[in-house]
C-alpha cells in the first residue's frame, strides 16, 4: 500500500512538470502573478477520475491550457470588453466570460483575501459553457462562497463538459444551485445549500463524477428547496455513467440534519448511473429512481437515514429510503438503510433487481434498532432477488411483496442483529407476501435459508388469493442463527391466511415463536387450501434433538382444506415436537380433505426419545373427512413421546376422519418406548370416524401409551375400529358413554389385535344416566395373535361396567390373566360364538364374582340379568366325525334362546367353561314352565376326553350367560342313562359350521 501510494504521488508530480514546462510561458503572461504554485497545488488535490482525466488530456497531442485566471474582485460585474484580450475587471463572472471565449481548457483560481461573491439580479446564470477548471479555496482552505441572496436564477452552469469543480460554495440562489449539461464533469468539495430548486441538475450528461472516495472530494448538498427542491437530480435519457459518490445530502456535517425539500438524488432515466458510499439524510426522500429509459443502475454503500456514524437516527422523512420506480438492471448492495418512512421500495416498473448485504432498520453494526417508520422493504415487482440483507428493527414488516410474481427472499436476517443471536424485531411481519405468485423465500441450499426471528408478529405471512405457489424453503423461523436457541416471532412462525393456496413449506425450523409454528386460516371468507407442509422441524433445535417449543401449537389448520402436512415418502415428513401445546390440530367444519402423513410427532429426530408436545400429538377439532396417516411403510407417522393423548379426535363435526398406518407410542421400529403420556387416540363426541383399515398392514401400531391405547368417550354415533395392533398400554381399548361403536370387521383376519396391556384388552363403561350402548366388538385378537401366539392382558379380555346392548361377537379371546368377558353391570350384552381359552379366571363372568348359580325361574337381577346358562348332561360322538350334545335350559317361560357350544382341550379349574373352539349355535324356545330339554348332533371331530360347554342367550332382551359346568366327551357306551322322560330333540340335522375355523 505505501509503494502504491509512493508511485501515485511521483506520476502527479511527474505529470505536473511535464504540464508546467509545455506551458509554463502563458501562465506567466496571461496573468503577471506567478500561477505555477496555484496549479500544483490544484493537481495536488486531484484523485480517481480528476488524475484520470488529466492524463487523458496530457495524452492529447492537441491539448492546450488557454487561459488561467485568479478572481481577484468579490463583484459580480461581466467584463468591460470581451475583445480587447484583457481580464477586467477581475470577477468571477468576468472570468467564465472570458473562458468561454475558447474551446480550450481554462483555469479560475481565486485570490486569498476573498471570500464571498455576491451575484446579482440584474445579470443572467453564471455559465461555463466551454471545459473550465475551477478552484474555489482561498485563505486557510476555505472556500469560496457565491451567494445568489440578490440573484434569481441558478449558481452555476457548467455546459462545456471535461470540467472540474473544487471548493465551491453555492448558495442562496432561487432557481437551485449547480446545473451540469456537460460530459465528463468532476465536481469535489463543494457546498451547495439553501437554494431554492434542487442542490445539482445534471440534464442529459454522462461520465459526470460528483464527489469521490476521498472526505476532501465530498460534496456538501443541503437545504435546498422550492420548485425541484431534490439535493442532486440526474435528468434526461442520455444521463449515462455518472458516479455520485461520497457526499453528505441533507446535512452539512454529516450530523446536522438540514435536509433537501425532495428526494436527496434522483435519477430519472439513463444508464449504468452510480450512487455510492454516500450519507443523505433528514431529505423529502434518500434516492429515487424512475423513468423508462432506465439500466444498469448500481446504489452501492451509502448510508440512508442515520448520521454518518450510523447509529443515530435521522431519516428521511416523507419518504423511501430507496425508491425504484422504473429501470432493468439495477443493483442495491451494503447500504444502510434506516430511519425512513420506508426502507426499499420497488415498484411495478423495475425489473431484475437485486437487494444484497444492506442493513435495513438498524445501526450500522447490525446490534440496535434505528426503524424505518414503515417497510424494511417493499416490493411490487416481479422476479426481484432480496438476498443477504440485514432488516430488522422497522415499524412494520420487514419485508412486504406486494403483487408481482416470482423473484428470490434469501439469505437475509430478518429481526434479530447482525449475528443473529438477539432479537431486533420488526414491529410488523418478518415478510408479508399479498397478492404475489411463485415467491421463493429461501431456496435449495442452507446458505438460501433466511433467519426469520424476533419479529413483533408473524415471521412470515402469506396473505390473500392472489398469492399463490410461494415456496418457503430452508428458512430459521423462530430461532438464532445456529438454530440451537429461542429468538421467537411474537405470533406465528408462518401464517398463511386470506385464500393464500399452493404454496409450499419445505425444510424449514420453524421454532420458539410465540404462538404456533404455522397457522393456515381464512379471513374475509377467504380460505386457504392446497398448501403442502414438508420436511420441517417444529418445535425443536436444528438438530432434533432438543426442544425449542412454539408456544401454542407446532401446525393449525383452521376451517381449510385439502392441505398436506408431510407426504407420501418419509422424506417428506415433519418432525413436530416440544411444542408448548398441540403438534397438530385441524379445526372447524371448513377444515375437510386434509391429509397428515409421514411425520414424526412427539419424538427426536430419530424418534428414539421423546421430545413431547404438552397437549396432543393430533388433534381434530369439529373436522371431518381428514386423513392421519396412510400405507404403513407410505404414509404412517409416528406419534410418541406426547404428554397428553397421541390423537384426539373431538366434537361432534369431527365425523368421517381415517386414521391408519400410524405407529402410536413407540419409535419408528415399533420396539422402543416413546408412550404417549395418555392415551393412543382418544375419540370424544366425535362419531363416523375410523381408526385403522381392512386393507391388511394398513392398521396402527398402537402400543406402550402410559394410559389407554384407544379411548371413545361420549360418542353418540359409532366409530369404527379395525385391523389395528393395540399392545403393551396400560389399557387396550376404553368406551365411555358411548354407542354404536364396531370394533373389529366383518372378517377375522382384519380384526384388532389387543394383547400385553397392562389391565383389560377392552372396557366398556356407563353410568345410570348413560349407558355405552350397541357397541359391537367383532372378529378381533384379544389376548392372543392371529397364530395363537399368547399375549396376555394384565386383567380382563373385555370388561364391562355399565354397558347394555353391546355385541361381542365370533373374537377370539384367550390368556387374560382374569376375565376373558367380564360383565360387571349392565344388561343385554350378547356373547355370541367368540372362541374364549386359557384366560386365567372365568370365560365369562357376570356380576363379577365368580361361577353365578342358576335360579329355579331365572328370575334374579344383575349383569345380563343373571341368564341361567344351559346344563350339558351327556356329549359323546356316535358316527366318527359328529359329536352329539344333551341337555336342558332353565330359564323363562316361553322365551326363545340361542344356545352356542364350544369344545375345548381343558377346562376351566372352576369346572364351568370355557369355550376353545365353537361347534355352532342352537335356538330353542323354553315351554312353559321355563325348561327345554335339547340333543343336537354338530358334524365335528371332538376326541373322546375334550370338553364341551355352552352359553344361553335370551333373544328377548339378548343377555348372554355364563359358561355352564364343563362336560367332558365320552364314548356312547359309557355315557349315562339320560332319563329325563321330556327330552326334546330339536334341530338335529341343522349343522353350523365353525366361523373361527
Request: proline share 2%; net charge negative.
Amino acid at each position: 500500500m505505501k509503494t502504491t501510494t509512493t508511485l501515485n504521488q511521483f506520476f502527479k508530480y511527474l505529470l505536473i512538470f511535464t504540464m508546467v514546462f509545455f506551458i509554463g510561458v502563458n501562465l506567466y503572461a496571461n496573468d503577471g502573478n506567478d500561477i505555477k504554485k496555484k496549479i500544483e497545488d490544484l493537481k495536488l488535490k486531484l484523485n480517481g477520475q480528476a488524475l484520470a482525466m488529466l492524463e487523458r488530456r496530457l495524452s492529447d497531442n492537441n491539448f492546450t491550457i488557454d487561459q488561467v485566471f485568479t478572481v481577484m474582485e468579490s463583484g459580480d460585474e461581466s467584463d468591460e470588453d470581451l475583445n480587447d484580450g484583457i481580464f477586467n475587471p477581475k470577477t468571477f463572472r468576468s472570468a467564465l466570460e472570458n473562458a468561454n471565449l475558447t474551446t480550450d481548457l481554462d483555469i479560475i483560481f481565486f485570490d486569498e483575501s476573498l471570500t464571498i461573491i455576491n451575484a446579482q439580479t440584474s445579470l443572467s446564470d453564471l455559465i461555463a459553457n466551454e471545459p473550465i477548471w475551477i478552484d474555489g479555496t482561498v485563505a486557510n482552505n476555505a472556500k469560496i462562497i457565491i451567494d445568489g441572496t440578490n440573484d434569481w436564477q441558478f449558481a452555476l452552469w457548467m455546459t462545456g463538459g471535461n470540467s472540474i469543480l473544487l471548493n465551491v460554495i453555492m448558495r442562496n440562489f432561487p432557481s437551485g444551485g449547480l446545473v451540469i449539461q456537460g460530459d465528463e464533469n468532476i465536481i469535489q468539495g463543494c457546498e451547495i445549500y439553501q437554494n431554492g430548486g434542487s442542490g445539482m441538475n445534471l440534464y442529459n450528461v454522462s461520465n459526470n463524477l460528483i464527489g469521490g472516495s476521498l472526505p476532501s472530494e465530498r460534496n456538501i448538498v443541503y437545504g435546498n428547496t422550492g420548485n425541484g427542491g431534490w439535493g442532486i437530480s440526474i435528468h434526461g435519457e442520455q444521463n449515462n455513467n455518472n458516479t455520485v459518490e461520497g457526499n453528505w445530502i441533507g446535512t452539512s456535517d454529516g450530523v446536522l440534519p438540514m435536509g433537501n425539500e425532495k428526494r436527496g438524488v434522483r435519477i430519472d432515466q439513463g444508464l449504468n448511473n452510480i450512487i455510492k458510499n454516500n450519507v443523505i439524510l433528514d431529505n423529502g426522500g434518500g434516492i429515487d429512481v424512475y423513468g423508462d429509459q432506465l439500466d444498469g443502475i448500481l446504489i452501492e454503500g451509502n448510508i440512508i437515514g442515520t448520521d454518518k456514524t450510523g447509529t443515530i437516527s435521522i431519516g428521511n422523512r416523507d419518504g423511501t429510503g430507496i425508491f425504484i420506480f422504473e429501470g432493468d438492471n439495477i443493483l442495491i448492495k451494503d447500504n444502510l438503510v434506516s430511519g425512513n418512512f420506508s426502507g426499499i421500495g420497488i415498484m411495478s416498473g423495475a425489473t431484475h433487481v437485486i437487494i444484497e448485504d444492506n442493513f435495513l432498520g438498524t445501526d450500522i453494526s447490525g446490534s440496535f434498532g434505528i426503524g424505518n417508520t414503515l417497510y424494511g422493504i417493499l416490493n411490487r415487482s416481479d422476479s426481484i432477488i432480496i438476498k443477504g440483507n440485514l432488516i430488522s428493527g422497522n415499524l412494520d414488516n420487514g419485508i412486504q411483496q406486494y403483487i408481482g410474481s416470482g423473484g428470490e427472499i434469501k439469505s437475509n436476517i430478518i429481526g434479530t442483529n447482525f449475528l443473529g443471536t438477539q432479537a431486533i424485531g420488526n414491529f410488523g411481519y418478518g415478510i408479508r407476501v399479498v397478492f404475489a405468485t411463485g415467491v421463493i423465500i429461501g431456496g435449495d441450499s442452507l446458505e438460501d435459508g433466511n433467519l426469520i426471528s424476533g419479529n413483533w408478529k408473524s415471521g412470515i405471512y402469506l396473505s390473500d388469493n392472489s398469492t399463490v405457489g410461494s415456496m418457503v424453503k430452508r428458512n430459521f423461523i423462530g430461532t438464532d442463527f445456529l438454530g440451537e436457541s429461542q429468538i421467537g416471532n411474537l405470533s406465528d412462525g408462518i401464517l398463511i391466511s386470506r385464500g393464500s393456496s399452493n404454496n409450499k413449506i419445505i425444510e424449514n425450523l420453524i421454532s420458539g415463536n410465540a404462538e404456533n409454528g404455522i397457522l393456515i386460516t381464512p379471513e374475509n371468507d377467504l380460505v386457504p387450501q392446497n398448501n403442502e407442509i414438508q420436511n420441517n422441524a417444529i418445535g425443536t433445535n436444528f438438530s432434533g434433538d432438543l426442544a425449542i417449543p412454539n408456544l401454542d401449537n407446532g401446525i393449525v389448520i383452521d376451517s381449510c382444506s385439502n392441505n398436506l402436512i408431510g407426504g407420501e415418502s418419509w422424506e417428506d415428513g415433519n418432525l413436530i415436537s416440544g411444542n408448548m401445546k398441540n403438534g397438530i390440530v385441524i379445526q372447524k367444519n371448513g377444515a375437510t380433505g386434509n391429509k397428515i402423513q409421514n411425520n414424526y410427532i412427539g419424538t427426536s429426530d430419530d424418534s428414539k426419545e421423546p421430545i413431547p408436545n404438552l397437549l396432543d400429538g393430533i388433534l381434530i377439532l369439529n373436522a371431518p373427512n381428514n386423513i392421519i396417516g396412510g400405507k404403513d411403510s407410505e404414509g404412517g407417522n409416528i406419534i410418541s413421546g406426547n404428554k397428553f393423548n397421541g390423537i384426539s379426535i373431538v366434537g361432534s363435526n369431527s365425523t368421517n376422519n381415517v386414521v391408519y398406518g400410524n405407529k402410536i407410542g413407540v419409535d419408528s421400529t415399533g420396539f422402543i418406548d416413546v408412550g404417549n403420556k395418555q392415551d393412543g387416540i382418544a375419540i370424544n363426541n366425535a362419531g363416523l370416524n375410523k381408526v385403522g383399515t381392512d386393507i391388511e398392514g394398513w392398521g396402527n401400531f398402537i402400543s406402550k401409551n402410559d394410559s389407554i391405547g384407544i379411548f371413545i368417550l361420549r360418542s353418540p354415533i359409532g366409530n369404527t375400529i379395525v385391523g389395528n395392533r393395540i399392545i403393551e398400554n396400560e389399557e387396550g381399548i376404553v368406551l365411555l358413554k358411548t354407542s354404536g361403536n364396531f370394533i373389529g370387521f366383518t372378517t377375522l383376519e382384519f380384526g384388532n389385535i389387543i394383547g400385553l396391556n397392562n389391565k383389560d384388552g377392552i372396557s366398556i363403561y356407563g353410568t345410570n344416566d348413560t349407558a355405552s350402548t350397541n357397541n359391537t366388538i367383532s372378529r378381533n385378537f384379544i389376548g392372543v395373535r392371529q397364530d395363537d401366539f399368547p399375549m396376555p392382558n394384565g386383567r380382563d379380555g373385555i370388561y364391562i361396567y355399565g354397558g347394555n346392548e353391546n355385541q361381542i361377537l365370533w373374537n377370539k379371546i384367550g390368556n387374560n390373566q382374569e376375565v376373558g368377558i367380564n360383565i360387571e353391570n349392565g344388561v343385554s350384552n350378547q356373547i355370541l360364538p367368540n372362541n374364549i381359552f386359557y384366560n386365567g379366571s372365568l370365560g365369562i363372568d357376570l356380576n363379577n364374582d365368580g361361577v353365578s348359580d342358576n335360579d329355579p325361574d331365572d328370575s334374579d337381577t344383575g349383569a345380563n340379568n343373571l341368564q341361567n346358562f344351559p346344563v350339558i348332561n351327556n356329549a359323546y360322538s356316535a358316527v366318527a366325525g359328529f359329536i352329539t350334545i344333551e341337555g336342558k335350559l332353565l330359564s323363562s317361560a316361553n322365551t326363545d334362546f340361542d344356545i352356542v357350544f364350544w369344545y375345548s382341550d381343558a377346562c376351566d379349574s372352576s369346572g364351568y367353561g370355557e369355550g376353545e373352539f365353537t361347534l355352532g349355535i342352537k335356538t330353542v324356545t323354553t315351554g312353559n314352565d321355563g325348561i327345554i330339554f335339547f340333543s343336537f348332533t354338530f358334524e365335528e371331530d371332538v376326541a373322546v376326553g375334550k370338553f364341551i360347554t355352552a352359553t344361553a342367550t335370551s333373544l328377548t332382551d339378548e343377555s348372554t350367560s355364563e359358561f355352564c359346568l364343563c362336560k367332558t366327551v365320552d364314548n356312547p357306551v359309557d355315557i349315562a342313562e339320560y332319563s329325563d322322560p321330556e327330552l326334546s330333540v330339536l334341530a338335529v340335522n341343522s349343522v353350523y359350521p365353525n366361523p373361527l375355523t
